[in-house]
Every structure is written in structure tokens, then in C-alpha cells.
């Protein structure tokens, strides 16, 4: 069969799709471009906002268009959340829930390009944050042993993968019910021949202890590239979210990572216009990122997520003021970034470069996670160079997720 995909949503996605085609390939079968006729289509599906669930319906809709005989087979989070009516969606063959996805999966960044891989480590969630149907949708945390880990982790090493992204829903959580801890497996991976670079993708700030922030300071291969949720800069807005810090935990854990490495990139997720989140505590969320050393925002317009506890709140926030609160925040996001490149101009970071030709340029992020470009040469790709940081070589594409 000719099987194509389609991924939405998180790294994880990412990661899992890529370990399905893998297994199919090995299978025999041929893996296509989602815009090619196929016999086949997966759609991998996410529930994280309402946009998200358009763009999942839209997908397979357009490859039943594409060719009305295949078979649709649709996974993910919002195939587990809506499960009878994607069945309904015409030429759906199947609708697999999240427990048919394996627990050690992981995918090259991208396509052609083995440099980089996402590595899924850990699955589910019990945190049960009032805005999120993520744990009603990925079920119970859970992650393999870490021996298990840690063989997966030598066999990406052996695909010659130079760097390796930590992904999962609540990663820190990491053998919680095993008891074996996270900060185990980091020292653990660090010790894994082959790989150059470690990064964790997403980490909530409650779990992120001052060990770990100090093992990835001394570590070997771990960079200096955080990922931690915000959310809201208001201690209010925070407890209506049910989240486990306060703004003071989270202001503390940003001091201990720049005291230990002062050139860290720190990126933050924030939901605008959730539900009780008034203007004034708007404004402290403003305050609280422009006077923090947060590198970069991923800003989320908050929707109501069915099932959720924050469906409940009373105080509505108007979609407009919703849009407007994403858009303050995006600027000031591109402020702060602009602010941390600044700050890195005439300082030399090791750059690992990929494959792709973009125009006759090679590119590559360094260890602080500022896109680079140098002129094109084979010689150079799955290669770290150090590089002097200037005005010229800073890519276009300067952040993303
Ligand atoms: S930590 Fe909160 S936001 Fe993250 S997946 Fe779990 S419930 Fe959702």
C-alpha cells in the first residue's frame, strides 16, 4: 500500500507518527507525501484548542478528497476525545485511541534531515490542569524503564543523529511510578556514546529541581535551551488553572538557570484570555515576562475545552479581547527575543549544522537555540562548529517551537 500522514499538534505527534510509517515501511509498504494519492492516510490528530480540532477535520476531509476509495485511519488525542464523531467523518476506516501508540517512540526533525530527533520518553498526564483535556485524552503518566530508555536512546545514536529533543506530555514525571527519577535518566542519557546534544523539550517549573538545572549546567551534552510553562504571571490566574507554582517558584527557577549559565534561551508557554483572567491580571502577566529573563513566548488564545473544569468559570473573556491579549503578547514576545539575540551578538555558541540546502546556505541552531546560516558545504552537515555570533549570520527563522 501507499501510506501517507498527516501530523498535528506537539513533538510527540511528530515522534509517533514517525514510528508508525517506520514500522510500515519495514512492512513493505510505501510511504508518500500527504499531498500524493495514497491507498492509506493517517491523520494524527490533536485536541489542544478548538483551531487545532478544525485543522484535524479539515485534514481528513481533504484525503477523502484526495482519493474517496482509501482507507482514513485517525489517531491522537482528539480522536480519543471525539471518537463517534470522527468515526462519522466520510471514508474514516478507523479511529485508534492513544494506548495504540508505543511508549519509546522517535522521529528525525525533519525531512532528509537526521541531525536532530524527537524522542519520546514518557506519555500521559495526571495533573489535571483546569483548562486541559490532555489527560482525559492521554490517559494516566507512564514511561518505560530506564534501561529501556536507554537502549532506544544507542539505537538513535546509531541512525548517526547528533541531537536528541526529550519529549513527552508531562516529561518530568518521568518514572514517577517506578520510582525511578528523571534526573537518573538525564545522567544516564548523558552517558550515551554518539550523542552530541541533549534537549529537554517542555518541562513543568514544579519539577524542574535545582539538581537538574545544575546537572545540565556541568553535564556533557545537555544545553543550556529551557522549555517551561508559564501560562499566566498572575498567582490569581494560576490557581484558577490549577497549576502546582506560584510566580515566585517560577521567578526562582529562571535566577538558579542564568546564575548556573547565563546565556540559557528560556522559552514559556502563556494562554491568553482564559477564563477569570481580567484585564489587571493581564497586566501582571505583561510585567511578569517583560522583567523575567524569558528568551521567547508560545502564546496560546485560550478556547473552552470540552470536559475541562475551567469550562466552568463564569467570567467569559470576549473572543476579541482574546485576540487582542494574543497579540500584545506576540509582540512583546518578539521584543524579548530581539533583546536575547542582541545579547549574543560577538559571542561564539556551537552551531550543529543540517542538511538541507536553503538557497546555497547551510543551517543550524546553537546550543542556545539562535538559528544560524553559512554557505553551503557538505562537509559540514551533522557537524558542530563553533561560530562567531553576528548581524550576517542569524537566520531569518529566528525561533520556533
Ligand atoms: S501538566 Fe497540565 S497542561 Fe500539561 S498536559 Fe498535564 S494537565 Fe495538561
Excluded at 527519577?181 to 545522567?187: C, E, I, Q, T, V
Excluded at 498572575?234 to 529562571?254: E, F, G, N, P
Excluded at 547551510?362 to 538559528?371: A, S
Aim: glycine fraction near 6%.
Amino acid at each position: 500500500m501507499r501510506i501517507a500522514a498527516h501530523t498535528l499538534g506537539c513533538k510527540l505527534n511528530y515522534a509517533e507518527t514517525a514510528d508508525h510509517l517506520r514500522r510500515m515501511a519495514a512492512e513493505g509498504h510505501e510511504v508518500v507525501d500527504w499531498t500524493a494519492e495514497a491507498d492509506l492516510y493517517l491523520v494524527n490528530t490533536c485536541t489542544v484548542t478548538a483551531v487545532a480540532e478544525k485543522k484535524c477535520r479539515a485534514a481528513i476531509r481533504q484525503a477523502h478528497r484526495r482519493n474517496p476509495q482509501a482507507q482514513i485511519v485517525v489517531m491522537g488525542c482528539f480522536a480519543q476525545t471525539a471518537a463517534a464523531e470522527i468515526a462519522a467523518m466520510p471514508g474514516v476506516t478507523q479511529v485508534l485511541g492513544n494506548e495504540s501508540k508505543p511508549l519509546l517512540s522517535y522521529s528525525g526533525a525533519s525531512r532528509n534531515d537526521r541531525t536532530r530527533t524527537f524522542f519520546k520518553i514518557q506519555d500521559g498526564c495526571d495533573y489535571f490542569c483546569s483548562y486541559c483535556a490532555i489527560p482525559y485524552a492521554r490517559g494516566r503518566s507512564r514511561s518505560a524503564s530506564i534501561e529501556e530508555t536507554l537502549c532506544a536512546a544507542r539505537r538513535i545514536a546509531a541512525t548517526g543523529a547528533k541531537e536528541v529533543v526529550l519529549t513527552g506530555v508531562n516529561t518530568g514525571t518521568f518514572g514517577q511510578h517506578s520510582g525511578e527519577s528523571f534526573l537518573d535518566l538525564l545522567r544516564g542519557l548523558d552517558a550515551v556514546d554518539g550523542i552530541l546534544r541533549y534537549r529537554i523539550s517542555s518541562i513543568e517549573p514544579n519539577l524542574l529541581s535545582d539538581d537538574i538545572i545544575d546537572f545540565v549546567a556541568s553535564s556533557r551534552a545537555f544545553l543550556p535551551h529551557f522549555h517551561i510553562p508559564l501560562q499566566a504571571g498572575s498567582d490569581h490566574v494560576l490557581r484558577l488553572m490549577r497549576r502546582r507554582y506560584d510566580t515566585a517558584l517560577y521567578a526562582a527557577k529562571l535566577q538558579r538557570i542564568k546564575q548556573a549559565m547565563p546565556d540559557a534561551c528560556i522559552a514559556a508557554d502563556i494562554i491568553a484570555g482564559f477564563n477569570g483572567e481580567s484585564e489587571d491580571e493581564f497586566r501582571k502577566t505583561l510585567r511578569f515576562v517583560d522583567s523575567n529573563p524569558i528568551s521567547y513566548l508560545h502564546v496560546f488564545t485560550y478556547s473552552d475545552r470540552p470536559g475541562t473544569a475551567a469550562m466552568r468559570l463564569d467570567e467569559k473573556i470576549p473572543v476579541a479581547v482574546r485576540h487582542e491579549h494574543t497579540r500584545q503578547l506576540l509582540h512583546l514576545s518578539e521584543q524579548k527575543h530581539a533583546a536575547f539575540i542582541q545579547s549574543q551578538l560577538g559571542k561564539v555558541r556551537p552551531v550543529l549544522w543540517e542538511s538541507t540546502d536553503h538557497q546555497g546556505h547551510l543551517e543550524g541552531w546553537t546550543d542556545n537555540y539562535i538559528r544560524l546560516r553559512r554557505p553551503y558545504d557538505p562537509q559540514r552537515v551533522n557537524t558542530v562548529e563553533p561560530l562567531l555570533l553576528t548581524r550576517d549570520n542569524i537566520a531569518k527563522e529566528a525561533a520556533s517551537t
